[in-house]
């Protein structure tokens, strides 16, 4: 016996998906429809005011599916973007390159090792332990004094800021693009 194929809408009629069953009955809130309208449900309108209600696939136009992907492609630039913000970030405070973890508890770490450090009264010897690893990738809390765990909070400022200017000016290219293929070849 082969699938019934349906589309789920809402009250308004809007389709929010397409599936199929072995055999009656339909989930709640479904309608039948053919196959290629199960497949295609994103492209499909119905029209509730006729009984059965009427399915149409609509062709988007070609302005539609350019912003169509201009969306996608933005929404992927994003995910980019946040996964190099939490990816780390190198900064030579301690006299050498090392590398800081950056992901939110890490950064919240930081920051209030950085408030920590310009407290009033504090003593000129005052330190700090912050996670790092060296150039062999060894983790480890290491000493910074103020000026030092000032200086690797800055650097991890302009990391995050830097992403998220490239992921601006990204997102403002494909906003400029006039064809699919343009949208597409802007990549994180």
């Known amino acids: 016996m082969p699938n019934i194929y349906y589309l789920v809408i809402n009250q308004g009629g809007n389709v929010l998906g397409g599936g199929s069953v072995p055999e009656p009955p339909l989930p709640i809130s479904c309608i039948p429809c053919s196959k290629d309208q199960a497949k295609a449900w994103q492209a499909c309108a119905v029209d509730l005011t006729t009984s059965p209600p009427t399915i149409s696939i609509v062709t988007p136009t070609a302005a ?23 990816s780390g970030f190198t900064s030579s405070a301690l006299g050498a390159a090392y590398t800081y973890p950056s992901k939110p508890t890490d950064q919240a770490n930081l920051n209030t090792n950085v408030v920590s450090s310009i407290l009033p009264g504090l003593p000129t010897t005052w330190t700090t332990e912050q996670l790092c690893a060296d150039s062999n990738g060894v983790w480890a809390y290491r000493l910074h004094t103020a000026a030092q765990i000032q200086q690797a909070g800055a650097d991890g400022k302009a990391a995050i800021l830097a992403c998220l200017l490239k992921n601006d000016n990204l997102r403002r290219q494909i906003m400029a693009c006039t064809t699919e293929a343009e949208v597409a070849a802007i990549t994180w």
């Open 64 to 86: 539609e599916q350019l912003a169509m992907a201009q969306k996608s492609q933005i929404k992927m630039i994003s995910a980019g973007c946040a996964t190099t913000i939490v």
